[in-house]
């Protein structure tokens, strides 16, 4: 059958001149009406850029909103932020009318102006709005929610996602990011809202001074209670607005001999020497490890653009760098804080697509283990006394005290603290990963992630998988179940486990490999794990071959 091309209808020709007439961006505005007159002109290309901009619309979900920079109503613009603010101050004005409501912003493209755009909605709503002096981390916007006791904060990122992107993250008047059904009835609020024209804004907003992110940096620094302070520390946060935050909290922690990347050292929204500004993204750490080896480092710390996440290098025994898993971080960590906590009957929480290993570090520790879905909106939830929470995509949380959230400025200052009093043992931070492995098990993780251009084909390889599932995974015979409230399938047998779920942030089906086994002896250490290793290479193949189109 021969394809017919794209053809301009009445009713997307409207509904665009609708759009336009009701943007509140003069930018914008031009941008659509020029997409228009060459879609109008019979520019194909164009027209199926007006079709996508203006067919679909951005959803607010518990991760808020994320998506392009762009005009229209399926991008990140002033029109859409003025519309979803709206949307949440209704929401929030039938549950804390007037209340303190904060604003932060990363640096990327669109974030100052959407910043600005949401104050000014949520000041003519009523709202006491607080906004942030500069761009910062979505750690000191978390901490400064619960510090001015706001029924809100909102943060202007996209975190780690391309460099075209942008994004609208919520958190509750618990410090928390929402959870449903608050994002179905935002949702609900947002749609009933009027044209983005048609909104009240008004100046007003009182701008914070440097009170609110001196009093985080002090919490930050306090959570260093080590006396050794001798560590060289090469870090990077990879062109976002972590670097400066996360040397000053270093400074105050008493680690002074802290080196930046220089060419990622500035916020640039066009994050220039990586193609995701992601740490876990292959090659966004080599001018890190680079750095780090040139130095003669003890420590590598690298941050995402927002600076919630964080991933750790170590040098091994041969004198080579490599970046620790989020697995691997995390439950380094988590042992760690258990072995120094003073709290009562302690509880760490992971999620279900994390490394199994924190579950035995917590019952030989005499704490509390719990596993929640995906997030920290589900993991800051997970229980009482929870002094420590991760998820495997290098999000570490040791401050759940102040920050209920994810924190890369607060999981670099600890893990700093950690290093130091190992290298003062003589140590560094592998040979602390080898005790925990020969103290509670082996447990070596990885992932299968591809993306998809077409979101069908990313449906159509999770139906397959429910359809057709395996009989057997790296050799070893599994079973297969619906973990219907995570909308994901796992698949178990002896010692391997694998997990697959669609991506809530990225146009991805994830999978999270886990192959375990019992503590080994000292001298078998090398050969356990790498025994690990070649089964969890047979799991990828396998799974990689299971989430390909066919």
């Not at 449903?180 to 009240?200: K, N, Q, Y």
């Not at 697995?327 to 960590?333: K, N």
């Not at 997990?499 to 356990?528: C, M, N, Q, W």
Request: charged share 25%.
């Amino acid at each position: 059958m021969q394809h017919r091309p794209p053809r301009l209808t009445p009713e997307l020709r409207d509904t665009t001149f609708r759009w336009i007439a009701d943007d509140v961006d003069g930018d914008s505005r031009t941008e659509m009406q020029n997409l228009l007159a060459r879609a109008m002109a019979g520019d194909t290309d164009a027209l199926s850029e007006l079709d996508d901009r203006m067919t679909g619309t951005l959803t607010f979900g518990t991760a808020g909103l994320r998506g392009p920079v762009r005009a229209g109503p399926n991008g990140m613009n002033t029109a859409v932020v003025v519309r979803t603010t709206a949307g949440l101050a209704a929401w929030l004005a039938n549950r804390f009318p007037g209340g303190v409501i904060v604003v932060g912003r990363d640096a990327r493209h669109g974030s100052e102006r959407f910043a600005n755009a949401a104050a000014e909605v949520l000041a003519a709503a009523g709202f006491d709005v607080r906004v942030l002096p500069r761009p910062l981390p979505t750690p000191v916007l978390a901490y400064a929610t619960l510090r001015l006791g706001a029924c809100a904060g909102i943060q202007i990122t996209a975190s780690h996602n391309p460099p075209a992107d942008n994004g609208y993250k919520v958190f509750d008047h618990t410090g928390i990011q929402i959870v449903p059904p608050a994002d179905a009835e935002i949702e609900a609020e947002i749609a009933a809202a009027p044209a983005a024209v048609s909104v009240p804004r008004r100046s007003g907003a009182q701008r914070l001074g440097d009170d609110v992110l001196d009093g985080y940096l002090d919490r930050v620094a306090a959570l260093a209670t080590g006396e050794a302070r001798d560590l060289r520390i090469a870090v990077t946060p990879l062109h976002g607005v972590g670097g400066s935050v996360v040397a000053e909290a270093f400074r105050r922690a008493g680690f002074t001999d802290v080196h930046l990347v220089e060419a990622q050292a500035e916020p640039d929204p066009d994050f220039p020497t990586v193609t995701f500004p992601n740490p876990e993204e292959p090659g966004a750490t080599d001018l890190l490890l680079r750095l780090a080896s040139d130095i003669d480092a003890d420590l590598a710390v690298a941050l995402d653009p927002d600076a919630d996440r964080c991933a750790l290098g170590a040098r091994g025994t041969d004198g080579a760098w490599r970046m620790l898993t989020g697995d691997e971080t995390g439950v380094l960590l988590g042992d760690r804080v258990l072995a120094r906590t003073e709290a009562a009957d302690p509880l760490v929480a992971t999620t279900l697509v994390s490394s199994s290993l924190l579950a035995e570090v917590a019952t030989a520790r005499g704490a509390r283990h719990a596993r929640t879905l995906t997030g920290f909106k589900w993991l800051m939830r997970a229980g009482e006394n929870l002094v420590f929470a991760y998820e495997e995509a290098i999000g570490l949380c040791v401050n759940p005290s102040f920050v209920r959230d994810k924190d890369g400025i607060a999981a670099a200052v600890f893990a700093a603290d950690v290093a130091a009093e190992a290298k003062s043992q003589g140590r560094t931070l592998l040979d602390l990963l080898d005790d925990v492995t020969l103290t509670y098990g082996i447990s070596v993780t990885g992932q299968v992630a591809p993306r998809f251009t077409d979101l069908a084909e990313r449906a159509a390889v999770m139906e397959r998988l429910r359809a057709q599932p395996p009989v057997a995974l790296a050799g070893v015979p599994v079973a297969t179940e619906e973990l219907a409230d995570a909308g994901a399938v796992r698949m178990s047998g002896e010692q391997v486990r694998v997990i697959v779920r669609l991506s809530g942030t990225e146009p991805k089906v994830k999978a999270y490999l886990e192959v375990t086994g019992p503590p080994p002896a000292p001298g078998d250490l090398a050969h356990a794990r790498a025994a690990a290793q070649r089964t969890l290479s047979l799991l990828r193949d396998d799974v990689t071959d299971l989430l390909s189109l066919r």
